[in-house]
């Protein structure tokens, strides 16, 4: 195995999973949302909003409020603070700056909170802003939004490694599977594979299974000292292991892997762990192709091997490869930067034993990861993170 180089998190610890219940529309602010996972914080740490000290917000629907202007809205003051602009690689990103700030002494308590509203027209109006690429590239030409771009990376990995949409369909249906023991879950119908394979098409090979759906919510955690987490008597989950990575393989024409690839070695040697030690894992499922093509960049099978991965694998909560326990973005919904945060927060819970019908059983270490930023051809940021339970 290889040794790292990258000095670990000691004595840092993740503390208080939060999801503030999705909706599919709401009449409230993003700042709401934001609002409402900060008091979940505190009510479950036990402490005052005067006890945190960092802060870090990650939000595509707060408007001009960055997190600066949110600590006077919630009367916080910190000394440590950051706004993380990176779709669903925030909640990694977030970890690792916070782990950092919290090492370094730069702050005693940070609140990493992302929350999202969707109003009727909210979702549209994130398009057409969504970046420059979008504005000039994709969005003129009646190609808003990701479908498009994730259909011709679905459609070239296809014809690349030989995948199928009745891959793809497994992954959306196991995950649906997961959804329905999960409360919080919005979609709560079951999905059979023929109803996955017989959905309309948005833009194909993409079809309406394989979209996430977009609504409001919020999602959090706090970071903190060991320390501090037994002062406040919190069950706490050590950070093994993190990566990050934006831009990557660039000269590829069409996107076959993430960022993960260039760095796997590392998270793995810093986390001091193999893919086969791994309880579950939670990936970020915008669409299934991208959950698939991480099972390659994430170590668990090599490149192009990602069909065969799924179709040997049961990937439901009692399989033989957890996979998206909490049902992922596909079946939850994808409460804008709120769904970077999903698969870190039940990665929170799994290892902390807190994660009630959706459990894994005995699950003492997981891997979450993120991925997003993406402009008309590719994703530009990925992440992941090796979290452990007490006694891991």
């Known amino acids: 195995m290889q040794s790292s180089i990258r000095t670990p998190y000691d004595r840092v610890v993740m503390a208080v999973p939060v999801t503030i219940p999705y909706v599919r529309y709401s009449i409230e602010s993003a700042q709401w949302w934001i609002g409402r996972a900060l008091k ?51 909640a990694i ?35 057409e802003s969504f970046s420059r690429f979008n ?33 793809f369909g497994k992954i959306a249906v196991t995950q649906r599977s997961n959804a329905l023991r999960n409360p919080n879950a919005l979609m709560k119908s079951p999905l059979t594979i023929e109803q996955y394979m017989s959905a309309r098409p948005i833009a194909d090979p993409i079809h309406l299974f394989d979209c996430v759906m977009p609504c409001a919510g919020a999602e959090a955690f706090l970071v903190m000292s060991e320390d501090v987490a037994a002062s406040l008597n919190l069950p706490a989950a050590k950070i093994l292991a993190t990566i990050e990575r934006h831009n990557a393989f660039g000269d590829d024409p069409v996107q076959v892997r993430g960022g993960w690839a ?12 193999k893919p086969d030690d791994l309880d579950f894992v939670e990936t970020y499922d915008d669409y299934p192709v991208i959950s698939m093509m991480q ?9 192009g091997e990602g069909p065969d991965f799924v179709r040997q694998h049961d990937l439901t909560i009692d399989g033989t490869f957890p996979h ?35 459990q894994v059983r005995d699950a003492r270490i997981g891997l979450a990861s993120g991925f997003g930023m993406i402009n008309y051809d590719r994703g530009l940021a990925s992440g992941a993170a090796i979290l452990a339970g007490p006694g891991a």
């Open 40 to 90: 979940a914080l505190v009510d479950g740490a036990g402490i005052m909003p005067r006890d945190i000290d960092g802060f870090c917000v990650s939000s595509f629907t707060a408007g001009l409020d960055s997190g600066i202007g949110l600590t006077q809205h919630f009367g916080l003051c910190v000394r440590w603070i950051d706004t993380i602009p990176l779709g669903g690689a925030s």
């Open 93 to 127: 990103a977030a970890l690792r700056r916070a782990a950092r700030a919290v090492q370094a002494g730069d702050a005693r308590i940070v609140a990493c909170v992302a929350g999202d509203t969707n109003h009727v027209d909210s979702f549209r109006a994130t398009l």
């Open 135 to 167: 504005q000039d590239a994709v969005y003129p030409y009646g190609a808003g939004g990701a479908n498009a771009s994730f259909a011709l990376i679905a459609r070239n990995y296809m014809r690349t490694f030989g995948a199928r949409r009745e891959d």
């Open 262 to 273: 260039m760095d796997i070695d590392e998270l793995y040697a810093m986390a001091g762990v």
């Open 295 to 303: 099972f390659e960049d994430l170590g668990f099978c090599q490149k």
């Open 324 to 358: 998206n326990t909490s049902g992922g973005q596909l079946s939850v919904g994808q409460a804008g930067a709120g769904g970077a945060y999903l698969g870190v927060v039940e990665a929170l819970r799994q290892v902390l034993g807190l994660a009630g019908p959706t």
